[in-house]
């Protein structure tokens, strides 16, 4: 897996994740967020029980993540590429923040994400 670090000075984690975004989509053909965290408060994503340390990390690096991306060194996120995927996968969200458009798994995004789409399952990420 490619690892890239961006030192843009970011206040928050919507911040660092649009910072994330943006670099994927120059470096990825259709990038998807598959696995976070975010050092400053702890949380991470996919929520896997019982999983602690980089349980996170080793997800996203066994679900076909490609690129990790570190945003001003509290903020990581791996992303995979759905390019030559033949149809979208029902656990896709597609989401949008301060206009751009993104793609994650459902289980890497945030219960915020999950919310303002209406997501009623399981899998809370955030």
């Known amino acids: 897996m490619q690892k890239v670090e961006l030192q ?11 910072a994330a975004v943006g670099k ?6 259709r990038p998807v967020i598959v696995a976070w965290k975010d050092d400053t408060n702890g949380q991470f994503a996919p929520e896997i029980p019982g ?5 996170w990390h080793d997800y996203g690096e066994s679900n076909e993540g490609v ?3 570190e945003v001003g060194d509290a903020y990581h996120f791996i992303f995979m590429d759905a390019d030559g995927f033949v149809e979208p996968d029902i ?3 597609s989401l949008e ?5 993104f793609l994650c ?13 209406g997501y009623l399952g399981g899998g809370l990420g955030g």
């Open 8 to 18: 843009n000075s970011v206040g928050d984690f919507s911040q660092a994740r649009r």
């Open 24 to 29: 994927a989509g120059e470096m990825l053909q």
């Open 51 to 55: 999983g602690k340390g980089d349980r």
């Open 67 to 69: 690129l990790e991306l």
């Open 91 to 93: 656990n896709l969200a």
């Open 97 to 101: 923040d301060h206009g751009a458009k």
């Open 105 to 117: 798994l459902n289980d890497a995004c945030t219960k915020e994400d999950l919310e303002k789409i």
